[in-house]
């Protein structure tokens, strides 16, 4: 079984339109994430978000959006695409530090990633 | 502020040597996790270790293993008889107590060499 799955892996389209991938995880987590990778391979959060708290990095275009209609999916909806969203897009989840499965917390476990490529 | 730097932007390694990827990290904490995750080119984020900064036992993980120095704020990667499919992207990253903060270093690409 996947833990953490994206759709869709990959996703072509055009300038100004809006988008949006999905992200599922089974892993029990409390927390989930959303990160862009760009051509440098830098990986940069955009937003964490837990059943009370969504944090979301300033630098972040109010144009890309959370959406998590329940504990085990965080979807990500971007509007008015524009050339330099294109990236690289990792889902990853998480457990709170030190609750349930002793080793584990902490740790963030990806997606397989959505490249999306704007033109 | 809290960073994580990878000084190496590429490494190589010679088939079946050892290759060391150093890492360093700032913060404030005195508790908190550290990370290396591997990047190969299907561009999955595996993880390869994971340290407890309250553990001065330095983590294994088969041919994998780390040196931890706390005060130093160092966490580097030593990789022993290093295999082809070991050539990827390696990034380090720690994460905070509260809210799960998790910070990335740039990532350090190896090169197997046959």
């Known amino acids: 079984d996947t833990a953490v799955s994206q759709t869709p892996k990959y996703l072509v389209t055009q300038m100004g339109n809006d988008k949006s991938i999905k992200c599922e995880q089974n892993?029990?987590?409390?927390?989930m994430y959303w990160y862009k990778q760009d051509s440098k391979k830098f990986l940069k959060i955009m937003f964490s978000?837990?059943?009370?708290?969504?944090?979301i990095n300033e630098t972040v275009p109010n144009r890309f959006s959370p959406k998590s209609p329940d504990k085990a999916h965080l979807n990500l909806h971007i509007n008015s695409l524009e050339l330099g969203d294109s990236a690289v897009y990792f889902c990853?989840?998480?457990?709170?530090?030190?609750?349930?499965?002793?080793?584990?917390?902490?740790?963030?476990?990806f997606g397989p990633g959505t490249r999306l490529l704007v033109l | 502020a809290q960073t994580v730097t990878q000084s190496q932007p590429e490494m190589s390694v010679q088939e079946a040597e050892t290759v060391t990827l150093s890492c360093t990290y700032d913060t404030s904490e005195s508790d908190y996790y550290l990370f290396w995750y591997k990047q190969p080119p299907s561009r999955q984020m595996i993880l390869v270790i994971r340290?407890?900064?309250?553990?001065?036992q330095n983590a294994t993980e088969n041919r994998f293993s780390v040196n931890f120095q706390k005060a130093a704020k160092s966490f580097s990667l030593k990789i022993s008889d290093s295999q082809l499919g070991d050539a990827a992207m390696y990034f380090c990253?720690?994460?905070?107590?509260?809210?799960?903060?998790?910070?990335f270093g740039t990532g350090t690409s190896l090169t197997v060499i046959p």
């Open positions: 990253a720690y994460s905070l107590g509260a809210g799960n903060q998790f910070y």
């Open positions: 978000y837990n059943n009370k708290e969504l944090i």
């Open positions: 990853a989840s998480s457990q709170r530090f030190r609750t349930q499965t002793p080793g584990a917390g902490g740790t963030q476990y």
């Open positions: 340290q407890e900064a309250y553990k001065q």
């Open positions: 892993l029990g987590h409390d927390t």
